[in-house]
């Protein structure tokens, strides 16, 4: 790689380069333009490169957060700009260069408006006009507001929904933003909903949910194909006399079809799940998110809403 530096050619050394296969020390990556070049010794790069030492720190690709709420005080679910830029210029300063601005179960309303600030910001996006600061918005994941009560956790249960009530007919009015939606596949209305969102070309995923093996495989053949946050908000086994029905956990180990993801910041799930999933899935099928509340960001002891709840901040959680 000798000869002249290219104009904006950079070598990142003196890091640990995470690779998608392992992480690796004593390499160097190779920049041009904003854009990766090579990963190779650092013999390799000629000598009029610039140099920028990492100490040590790691450099990994722009991570892309699926399944994120808010940070600092603000959500998604807010529907207002300030909220968003809020939270994607957090979102970039934590590593974050793409994400679904997540809602949550709330009134409809509230959900359209979230979905509403969405198209506009990718419109923005694509318009060619100068990039906004921050995390790049791809599109929403509508969590909720079709969830089992049982299984509803940190979803509001006043605003909880069946698929049938007609709501979904509002909801499908932003299909062009939404790039995911997660339900109980076992609610009223389930085939329905399942089947108009993959013939949009959404993502149908499986959460928050009471549902049995077999509920879980009827909705896979209607196309379902993702499911949420491993073991939050997903029944278990339960004993029916001498038999052991799986629930929407033991089903989404057992797939080998279905992608899904886990949330690694080792205070939902302690490391024997995390390999657990980990050996399920493998690296093809399964993506960690942060599953990021309006709390993100803020000092241990404070408090934030998320709809009509509010929380505390405690550990960092």
């Given at each position: ?21 392992r ?31 990492l ?34 210029r ?85 299909a ?12 009223p ?91 399920a ?19 241990d ?7 009509a709840?509010?929380y ?6």
């Open positions: 790689m000798g000869g002249a530096a290219a104009p904006g050619r950079v070598a990142w050394r003196g890091g640990r380069l995470v690779l998608p296969d992480v690796a020390d004593g390499l160097v990556l190779l920049t041009a333009g904003g854009r990766i070049e090579a990963v190779c010794r650092d013999d390799d790069v000629a000598t009029d490169v610039p140099r920028r030492d100490a040590g720190a790691y450099l990994l690709p722009g991570l892309v957060d699926v399944h994120t709420h808010g940070a600092l005080g603000r959500s998604f679910l807010d529907g207002d700009d300030v909220a968003f830029e809020t939270i994607v957090e979102q970039a300063r934590r590593g974050v260069t793409s994400l679904l601005a997540t809602t949550s179960t709330a009134p409809l309303p509230d959900i359209l408006a979230a979905l509403a600030t969405t198209r506009a910001w990718m419109a923005s996006d694509a318009s060619g006009a100068p990039a906004r600061p921050g995390a790049q918005v791809l599109g929403a994941h509508v969590e909720g507001p079709y969830f089992a009560a049982a299984q509803s956790g940190a979803q509001d249960p006043a605003h909880l929904r069946n698929p049938d009530d007609g709501s979904v007919d509002a909801l499908l009015e932003y062009d933003a939404i790039r995911m939606v997660s339900f109980a596949p076992e609610l209305g389930a085939e329905d909903l399942t089947r108009r969102l993959v013939a949009q070309g959404i993502v149908a995923a499986a959460g928050h949910s009471s549902a049995t093996d077999d509920v879980l495989a009827r909705c896979e053949g209607w196309g379902l194909s993702h499911v949420i946050h491993l073991w939050s908000g997903q029944s278990t086994t339960v004993r029916e006399g001498p038999w052991r029905r799986p629930g929407l956990l033991e089903a989404s180990l057992a797939s080998a079809t279905l992608t899904g993801e886990m949330i690694a910041d080792g205070k939902h799930l302690p490391a024997t799940l995390m390999a657990l999933a980990w050996k899935f493998g690296p093809d099928r399964l993506c960690l998110v942060s599953d990021a509340t309006s709390g993100a960001g803020l000092p002891g404070s408090s934030f809403t998320m709809g709840m509010t505390e901040v405690h550990d960092g959680v």
